[in-house]
């Protein structure tokens, strides 16, 4: 089984603190995901990554990065964390068959 | 452009009564088609996927969908909800031609005794 892991399930920061995201997926899949999820919006993309070292922005890119150094690693960046970034972030790697994606548990971030 | 549309955010139903959840695209090649399933504070998981041949396809937990393509519809059912079945509900589309999904909005069933 496809395995997506999450460093962590909650987080709590500060406004204006730099905040990481990392995501683990075990499938040597080439392509994985940051979304953000918000009542009543589903999921947006933040940015998405076809290949090591190689990304593209999705739908609401700003305020975040991202970091590709390993095929199995894919990493959300906060460069200064403000409120409006307060909610549940996905990351998600994408398999061969169809475009299927498979997805972490989840990082429900609340920035103070 | 793709999109995909979920009828209702919010869907009741009573506990042994039939669910059914809708799910409309647009697309101008043969779809990929998928329903995903999320319980609270939990990631998404795959419950169904219609890719070639078969136009009903199961899933896991009883639940089955539909690809019309005359209707450009998707509708996910299952014919006796159970408590546990309360989650939140994402119907997705891929024409093939890139990586990504385009998502509906979703849609929260809610499990009544």
């Known amino acids: 089984d496809v395995k997506v892991t999450q460093s962590s399930r909650y987080l709590v920061k500060r406004t204006g603190e730099k905040v990481f995201l990392e995501c683990v997926q075990d499938?040597?899949?080439?392509?994985m995901f940051w979304y953000r999820q918000d009542p009543g919006l589903g999921l947006r993309l933040i940015y998405f990554?076809?290949?090591?070292?190689?990304?593209e922005k999705g739908d609401i890119p700003e305020g975040y990065s991202v970091s590709r150094e390993k095929k199995e690693r894919f990493s959300l960046i906060l460069e200064s964390a403000s409120t409006n970034q307060t909610s549940m972030y996905l990351c998600?790697?994408?398999?061969?068959?169809?475009?299927?994606?498979?997805f972490g548990p989840g990082t429900r971030l609340t920035v103070l | 452009a793709q999109s995909v549309t979920q009828l209702g955010s919010h869907v009741s139903v009573s506990e042994g009564a039939l669910v059914l959840l809708r799910c409309n695209y647009s697309?101008?090649?043969?779809?990929?088609l998928f329903w995903y399933v999320q319980y609270p504070n939990q990631g998404l998981q795959l419950l169904l996927k219609?890719?070639?041949?078969a136009t009903l396809v199961k899933g896991i937990n009883g639940f089955e969908a539909e690809f019309k393509k005359s209707e450009t519809s998707f509708h996910l059912t299952k014919p006796s909800a159970h408590m546990s079945d309360a989650a939140e509900y994402f119907c997705?589309?891929?024409?093939?031609?890139?990586?990504?999904?385009?998502w509906g909005a979703g849609t929260k069933l809610i499990i009544k005794p």
């Open positions: 998600a790697s994408r398999g061969t068959d169809y475009n299927e994606q498979f």
């Open positions: 499938m040597d899949h080439e392509n």
């Open positions: 990554s076809y290949d090591v070292k190689m990304k």
């Open positions: 697309s101008s090649v043969p779809p990929y």
């Open positions: 219609y890719t070639t041949g």
């Open positions: 997705a589309v891929s024409d093939g031609s890139n990586y990504q999904l385009i």
